[in-house]
């Protein structure tokens, strides 16, 4: 077998063209969103790699897709920028395609937004091994189909990602985060709401079981489990206190300040999930705020076995990250997440698919997918979701 | 065009003659838009009051072989709304109800026809706004904000319609309905709802759209300084980047914009300036102080000539007031105008400048300068007069040389406009071969009979029948093949 291990774009376009199936993929710090995926199809990205264009100045980079995000980190570092969307997995080798292609955000995108809002232009090797450009190097541009929107989150269905140009911003002079013991669920989730619709600018708001660590180890077993939130502040270094005590006071709580290292470690360790137990899948479930209420109601409870599954929400509760136990099938949580209408991803941990619940659109997706691969040379979404039973299989249905 | 004509009769039973125009002075409003130098007339007009109908006068369409265009309130600025010849308008004006406003998931649903500002103005009494702020927001519809992804001042910072829009009902150009997204700020598969946004009217219609909601800024510090030359006016604005501030807006006058704002609405800024810079920090009240107190010995150092900080929301409203009103004041100045909108990297903003200027004098024709500075998009507007010989070509040729220099420079032809009819000789030019036959390739695959809004970011401007049938014009030209 031909391992093919491209490091330029000519390279990339002729492995497509060579191929009859090809499944793009960057360094697997997501692995279970491929677990579906025939080993034998991949196509490694990770060697197309490296910084094109940077000027600091302009608040845009271009790099290859296979760039680790780590290198593309200390690279705005050294000009004190950094992307805003706060793409997770770093310390896990994650790339910058990688980031595009899952369309997962970190904690981070309370300030600003998401992947979505700060990818500006996309070169990618559609199905017949062209390179296909969208978007452009400026920050404001409407000329063309916004292919680098279509990207994000696309799962390498659509094409292979090679180069990638970022809006990026200016990085907060320090920053420091409040830890509010907030009680149970209700009081918790309310507060997150009220400091969510308050005026103050923060870069993070998560919502966490008190006793889950950073650390990896503690592991909230209860059923209905203490919570804190979690509220991130950046700015000059003058600004800060002031800041920090109008919060307080809006909350009518005292809360645990944290900054410099603590600061870095605790917002370190939620970027790379290192609060998830032991042999427990990560998934992502993107919600409503409103909706972490009745997600919690149905998620919240012991399985049959025991088991609670550990749940965090991050950037305003518009994000659940869910530690689903290895103990329990991940068809149980599809069937409540389509209950909800609502979508999930598998990140991390063993899984036999990537995608569980109900996607969005998939008759417009299929256009699209026609389009740019017609001869079906990447995997198509429906590769990637839970294996159904016929009769519940609303998304057949719905296409 | 399907060689027999029409069946207006059928049409006729979907809409009642009030909402059904036929005759000429009708439908003379419908035949251009804020791009008034092209102007073509439509078959017909209809005015829908529901999505039903929306979806009926498609069926129609469909069933007829006719084009059609839907639009809001026709203030686009590239031809995007101008009807194709004997289509179909379909103006959604009068689909105009927000549909639900949720303050806590900080969402609203509207329909395509609903005046950009009064979202904001529905969302206020909840402390929350929609970000987005196209100069002409007191009339431009979110329909046609999602379909040209528009813009306004606050790019930089807070970006375009597309990324304020979360979901969306489509009704597609063959009748299939669409849900894309949802309430939700982040989706899982691909993001149809932003790769939907900025389609030019190719995608059929938007019924309903979810719209996010910013928290309302506490506080706002508006700086006005004036310059005397571009140049100083456009260092300054790379002072102010690259000292780590985030202005909400960055935004920059020429003299003669600056003349014309002042005769139209005496905003009350000094007359004796060469450029006008703006500056707006928005945020939470503390960390707007903060940064304020870093950006005001930063513009002092830049050699401005006066400095005026806003003391309140009236001061402040009054500075936006001259800005906003700019393109209608240098209307006055001239009795026909162009705008462009191209975009070059901040850093060459000033080299930009130059070059417009001495292509200008060249072409014989005035342009005055307005432009969002933060994110490099430009705007002359090229003055000339319609009446006199040749004056209107060479305004395109120089608005044409413009788009040129754009491109050359890295940028884009469009910042927020979009490409419509005016800009699609040039989208070859920005695309190469290959992302182009891309783009026509998703085009065709979304409306294969070509009837929503044909002629449209596309160059070439045959009837959209012969280009369903035959060679599409680009493949002509020798531009793009289907595999």
């Known amino acids: 077998m031909r391992i093919f291990a491209p490091t330029t774009r000519e390279e990339v376009s002729e492995a497509v063209r060579s191929l009859p199936r090809v499944h793009p993929l960057g360094a697997r710090s997501k692995p279970a969103l491929s677990a579906a995926l025939d080993p034998a199809h991949t196509l490694d990205l990770s060697g197309v790699r490296g910084v094109l264009d940077y000027d600091p100045a302009e608040f845009t980079i271009t790099a290859l897709a296979g760039t680790p995000l780590a290198e593309i980190s200390a690279v705005l570092g050294e000009h004190r920028q950094h992307l805003p969307f706060d793409p997770p997995f770093g310390g896990h080798g994650a790339t910058l395609g990688g980031a595009v292609a899952s369309g997962i955000s970190g904690s981070g995108r309370q300030r600003y937004g998401g992947v979505r809002d700060f990818l500006i232009g996309v070169a990618m090797v559609g199905g017949d091994g062209a390179v296909v450009r969208g978007g452009g190097k400026v920050v404001k541009n409407a000329a063309g189909f916004d292919l680098p929107k279509l990207m994000v989150g696309s799962l390498g269905t659509l094409g292979a990602l090679v180069e990638l140009t970022f809006k990026v911003f200016p990085q907060p002079e320090t920053y420091r985060t409040l830890r509010f013991e907030a009680g149970g669920f209700e009081r918790a989730h309310r507060l997150a709401l009220r400091l969510a619709a308050a005026p103050f600018d923060l870069e993070a708001l998560d919502l966490e079981p008190a006793a889950v660590g950073t650390s990896g180890h503690a592991v909230a077993r209860a059923a209905a489990p203490a919570w804190r939130v979690l509220v991130r502040i950046g700015g000059p270094a003058d600004s800060l206190l002031e800041r920090e005590r109008r919060i307080e006071s809006f909350a009518g709580l005292e809360a645990e300040p944290l900054d410099g290292a603590s600061d870095d470690e605790l917002w370190g360790g939620v970027r790379e999930a290192s609060w998830l137990p032991e042999g427990h899948r990560l998934i992502r479930v993107p919600i409503a705020p409103t909706e972490a209420q009745p997600v919690e109601e149905a998620l919240g409870q012991h399985g049959e076995n025991g088991s609670v599954p550990v749940r965090r929400y991050a950037a305003g509760c518009g994000v659940l990250w869910l530690a689903w136990p290895p103990q329990r099938s991940l068809v149980e949580l599809d069937e409540v997440l389509s209950s909800h209408r609502l979508a999930g991803q598998v990140v991390r941990g063993e899984a036999p698919c990537g995608l569980l619940g109900e996607l969005a659109g998939l008759a417009f997706y299929r256009r699209l997918k026609r389009a740019l691969d017609p001869q079906l040379r990447f995997p198509d979404l429906a590769d990637l979701q839970a294996p159904r039973a016929a009769p519940h299989d609303r998304r057949a249905a719905e296409t | ?483």
């Open chain 2, 1 to 483: 065009m399907s060689a027999t004509s029409p069946d207006l009769d059928r049409l006729r039973r979907i809409f009642p003659p009030d909402r059904l125009l036929e005759r000429a002075a009708e439908l003379a409003t419908y035949e251009s838009d804020g791009l008034t130098a092209f102007r073509s007339r439509p078959l017909a007009a209809v005015l829908p009051e529901s999505a039903e109908e929306v979806i009926a006068a498609l069926g129609w369409c469909s069933e007829q072989g006719v084009p059609f265009t839907a639009r809001g309130s026709g203030t686009s600025l590239s031809g995007g709304s101008v009807p194709v010849e004997d289509g179909l308008v379909i103006a959604l004006n009068r689909l105009n109800r927000i549909l639900a406003l949720d303050p806590q998931d900080r969402v609203a649903v509207v329909e395509p026809g609903v005046i950009n500002l009064d979202v904001s103005r529905a969302a206020a009494p909840h402390g929350l706004y929609y970000a987005p702020d196209p100069s002409s927001q007191q009339v431009c519809t979110i329909g046609g904000n999602v379909a040209f992804n528009s813009g306004g001042a606050h790019c930089l910072k807070y970006g375009m319609t597309a990324n304020h829009v979360l979901g969306l009902v489509a009704v597609l150009p063959d009748g299939e309905i669409v849900r894309l997204g949802g309430p939700r700020a982040e989706g899982v598969g691909p993001d149809l709802v932003g790769m939907y946004c900025g389609n030019e009217g190719l995608f059929g219609v938007a019924l309903e759209i979810t719209l996010r909601l910013l928290v309302r800024p506490e506080r706002f510090r508006t700086v006005l300084a004036a310059y005397p030359s571009l140049e100083a006016a456009g260092d300054a604005v790379s002072a102010v980047v690259s000292s780590g501030l985030l202005p909400g807006a960055l935004e920059i006058m020429d003299r003669l914009a600056i003349e014309a704002a002042e005769a139209a609405v005496g905003a009350g800024y000094p007359r004796d300036a060469a450029a006008l810079l703006i500056v707006e920090l928005d945020g939470e009240a503390e960390a707007v102080e903060a940064d304020f107190a870093r950006l005001e010995p930063l513009i002092r150092r830049t050699g401005a000539s006066s400095i005026r900080v806003a003391a309140d929301d009236a001061e402040r409203a009054a500075i936006w007031k001259g800005r906003k009103s700019a393109f209608s004041a240098v209307g006055r100045l001239s009795p026909d105008f162009l705008v462009q909108d191209g975009v070059v990297p901040r850093a060459r903003l000033g080299e930009a400048l130059t070059r417009i200027e001495r292509l200008a004098a060249a072409a014989d024709l005035r342009v005055a300068n307005v432009f969002h500075a933060g994110d490099g998009n430009l705007h002359p507007l090229i003055l000339f007069d319609g009446r006199r010989e040749g004056e209107l070509e060479r305004a395109e040729e120089l608005a044409g040389r413009i788009l040129r220099m754009c491109i050359e420079l890295g940028g884009s032809i469009t910042g927020e406009h979009g490409v419509g009819l005016e800009k699609r000789a040039y989208l070859p030019e920005m695309f190469e071969r290959d992302s182009l036959d891309a783009m026509w390739r998703i085009r065709s695959a979304i409306d294969p009979h070509l009837l929503s809004n044909p002629g449209k970011m596309f160059p070439g401007g045959e009837a959209p029948a012969l280009a369903a049938r035959g060679l599409h014009p680009l493949e002509r030209a020798g531009v793009l093949s289907r595999v």
